[in-house]
Each structure stands twice: as structure tokens, then as C-alpha cells.
């Protein structure tokens, strides 16, 4: 069965720093995923997502993440932290990127400090 | 991009009411809609899965007769919580999928609040 945990419920930066979010799967086939953003009261929108093709994953607003199948692992990155990017941040996994169902990890709140 | 709609944004009702939630694609058509649930500060649980003139397919513990889903075209699918309570107060979120697409594309939510 496919699963996503996502370590840390919450984390804090300061405007900046890098930003770091960690996403681990679980899959017994090679997965597809995603990085979903959602502001509060409001949809998900997508950030980035790994198709295996290339292992670095370039998405919207300076993010980026890296498939490491070794690591399981689908960690989001960003150079630097901006105030905007306070939001909540879900991982997702899908057996197929034809649009399968997608199972959500439990999400990160990023908080950013002047 | 592909934009996806909801109507209401956000609605109260009487415990024991029936509400309606519209999601529709607007650009693009969509065969599969997704319906999602989402508790404050938690993830989405995936409801239910529709597909344009058939029958819904429910996730594990969801009531299909409490949750009705129609898909009657490829623009337009319906959520109705039947007979409401207050535990069913939450945050609905629908996706659509284009026929021969690879994403999901999220709707804006509609936050339902049972009295």
C-alpha cells in the first residue's frame, strides 16, 4: 500500500533561510509525486512534481525538490524564504500519472519570520 | 491552467438539512472528479471518485448514501450531504481531471457548517 509521511507538522524559518520540508513515501511500484501549497481557506495548488523523469524537480516560486529512490524521499527545498511562503504544505503520492488517486501526506505548516 | 470551480463558497445549515456543492471544470472537460474532506489542520481524505455517467466510487467508511455524487456532464459534478449533522461540518474539496490529462487540478473548497 502506498503511504506519505511528512516529518514535522510545523516549521519555522526565517525570511531568508532556506526552507526545507520532508516527505518520505512508501510504494511498492515506482511512485508518482507531487507538492501541493494551500493558503488558508482556499484550494491546493501545485507546486512541483516528479513524472521519473529527471530525479531534480524544478516547480512555481523558486521551489524544488529531488526523487532519491534510495532515501524514499521527496524532500522540498528553497534558497530562500519568503514572507508569502507561510502556508501549508501537503506531499502526495499516486500510483499513476494518469491522474490515480492521490494520497496526501498530513501536511507541513510553514511559518516565516521577519 | 485549468481552472476548477465551487459553489458555495461556503454555507451554513440546520442539523438534519440537505446542502448541495457544485464543482465544475470550466476550461477543460473533465471525466474523473474527485471529492475530498478536509478537518482543520489536517490532510485531505479522499471521499469519493467520479466518473462522467456512472456510478461513484466511495473510499473505504464513507456513506454513499449520505454523500450523494452525480456527474451528469463533463463539466459539472454535484456533492449533496444528506440529512446533515454537526459532525459533518468541514471543508469539501473537489479535483477534476481532463480525459487524457496527468494532474489534478483543485477546486477553491466550500467550508459547510452544520448548526
Known amino acids: 500500500a502506498q503511504s506519505v509521511t511528512q516529518l514535522g507538522s510545523h516549521v519555522s524559518v526565517s525570511e531568508g533561510a532556506l526552507v526545507l520540508l520532508r516527505c518520505n513515501y512508501s510504494s511498492s511500484v515506482p511512485p508518482y509525486l507531487f507538492w501541493y501549497v494551500q493558503y488558508p481557506n482556499q484550494g491546493l495548488q501545485l507546486l512541483l512534481k516528479?513524472?521519473?523523469?529527471?530525479?531534480l524537480v524544478k516547480g512555481i516560486n523558486g521551489f524544488e525538490a529531488e526523487f532519491k529512490k534510495s532515501e524514499t524521499s521527496f524532500h522540498l527545498t528553497k534558497p530562500s524564504a519568503h514572507m508569502s511562503d507561510a502556508a501549508e504544505y501537503f506531499c502526495a503520492v499516486s500510483l499513476s500519472y494518469s491522474g490515480g488517486k492521490l494520497i496526501f501526506g498530513q501536511g507541513t505548516e510553514l511559518s516565516v519570520k521577519p | 491552467g485549468a481552472v476548477v470551480s465551487q459553489h458555495p463558497s461556503r454555507v451554513i445549515c440546520k442539523s438534519g438539512t440537505s446542502v448541495k456543492i457544485e464543482c465544475r471544470s470550466l476550461d477543460f472537460q473533465a471525466t474523473t472528479m474527485f471529492w475530498y474532506r478536509q478537518f482543520p489542520k489536517q490532510s485531505l481524505m479522499l471521499m469519493a471518485t467520479s466518473n462522467e455517467g456512472s456510478k461513484a466510487t466511495y473510499e473505504q467508511g464513507v456513506e454513499k448514501d449520505k454523500f450523494l455524487i452525480n456527474h451528469a456532464s463533463l463539466t459539472l459534478s454535484t456533492l449533496t450531504v444528506t440529512s446533515a449533522h454537526p459532525e459533518d461540518s468541514s471543508f469539501y474539496i473537489c479535483s477534476a481531471r481532463e480525459p487524457q490529462g496527468d494532474e489534478q487540478y483543485f477546486g477553491p473548497g466550500t467550508r459547510l457548517t452544520v448548526t
Open positions: 516528479y513524472t521519473s523523469a529527471a530525479t
